[in-house]
Every structure is written in C-alpha cells, then in structure tokens.
C-alpha cells in the first residue's frame, strides 16, 4: 500500500513526518483548555508532546511512554482522569490499526492470489460468499448411550444371560 491518499486525507507518513498538521491533534488542540499540574508526570499542558511521541512509536503506548520519559501506567492514569486525552490517544492509535488492517488485508489478498496458497483463497472466499463457500458434509458419528430398565445396552446381555441361568437353577431345583 503506498503512501498516497484521496484529497482531504492525511496518510500515516505524512503525519510522522508533520505532527502538527494531524487532524487528530488538531481536535485536541482545539478542546478545552487544560490547567497545570506541577505533581503529575504528564501534565495536561504537555499531552501534545505525548501525543508526537505516540504517532512517532507507531500508536504503541509503551513504546511513546518510554520516548516520552514516563511509565506506561502513567499515561493510562491519566486517560482515566482526562477524557478528551483518552479519546486524542484511542485517535491516534485507531489510525494505525486502520493503516496496519489495510496492510495486511492487501498482504492476504496477494497470498490468495498465489496458486500454491489454497488456504488463504479458502479463507478469501468464504469471506467474500459464506453460504457459497460454508464447509459442508463434515459430519461426525454420535455415540448415544441407552439406558433400558437402568441397564446400558453393552451390559444388557450379561444380565439376560445372568436371569436364565438363575431361572434354570431354580427350575432344576
């Protein structure tokens, strides 16, 4: 997949390169403003730079919080104090889940397409058509277990062939 996108669209490289420009922090940029907070070690006047080092590590939060310089426990602190932070890192993050599906949905595609790959045409067309495609005719044998008069069948034999021996005792007797 290359690096082009329709007009209007930032791609992930583009925002790599000019995080500033990200539509993503841009809405954050825009929300309410935040007061400081000397005690934390993410303040919310410093969530902008956190956010760079998230889009610079790939939308990883351990990855952004050790560039940054804080525990990762941290950052997830501060997302369940601070909503509107939540949502710009949960942003941010979803960028690079859409571009990494993208990615391996056209990896796949191209898999199916190669002759000697026949599980991953399988999968593409049971996707694409499930009723067409559904596995069918894989059918297993049931065993069923019978009980007759609190006997199972495999020791109801045993139990006649013990009745007509006790009746011919005591027929004989």
Same mark, same amino acid.
């Given at each position: 997949?290359d690096s082009?996108?329709?007009?209007g669209?930032?791609?992930?490289?583009?925002?790599?390169?000019?995080p500033?420009?990200?539509?993503?922090?841009?809405?954050?940029?825009?929300?309410?403003?935040?007061?400081?907070?000397?005690k934390?070690?993410?303040p919310?006047?410093?969530?902008d730079?956190?956010?760079?080092?998230?889009?610079?590590?790939?939308?990883?939060?351990?990855?952004?919080?050790?560039?940054?310089?804080?525990?990762?426990?941290? %950052?997830?602190?501060?997302?369940?104090?601070?909503?509107?932070?939540?949502? /710009? %890192?949960?942003? %941010?993050?979803?960028?690079?889940?859409?571009?990494q599906?993208?990615?391996?949905?056209d990896?796949?595609?191209?898999?199916?397409?190669?002759?000697?790959?026949?599980?991953?045409?399988?999968f593409?067309l049971?996707?694409?058509?499930?009723?067409?495609?559904?596995?069918?005719?894989?059918?297993?044998?049931?065993? %069923?277990?019978?009980?007759?008069a609190?006997? /199972?069948?495999?020791?109801? /034999?045993?139990?006649?062939?013990?009745r007509?021996?006790?009746?011919?005792?005591?027929d004989?007797?």
């Amino acid at each position: 997949m290359d690096s082009t996108t329709s007009p209007g669209k930032v791609s992930v490289s583009q925002l790599a390169d000019d995080p500033l420009s990200n539509p993503i922090l841009s809405k954050f940029y825009k929300s309410e403003a935040k007061k400081s907070n000397s005690k934390l070690k993410l303040p919310p006047e410093k969530y902008d730079e956190f956010l760079s080092s998230l889009q610079e590590s790939g939308g990883y939060i351990t990855r952004a919080a050790a560039r940054y310089g804080v525990h990762k426990r941290t %950052v997830y602190t501060q997302m369940k104090r601070d909503n509107t932070f939540a949502l /710009a %890192v949960r942003d %941010v993050q979803d960028m690079f889940k859409k571009k990494q599906m993208d990615d391996l949905e056209d990896l796949s595609l191209k898999n199916a397409m190669n002759p000697k790959n026949v599980s991953e045409r399988l999968f593409h067309l049971k996707a694409m058509d499930p009723a067409r495609y559904r596995d069918r005719g894989i059918r297993t044998a049931t065993q %069923v277990n019978v009980t007759v008069a609190g006997l /199972a069948i495999k020791d109801r /034999a045993k139990e006649i062939e013990r009745r007509e021996k006790l009746k011919n005792v005591n027929d004989s007797g």
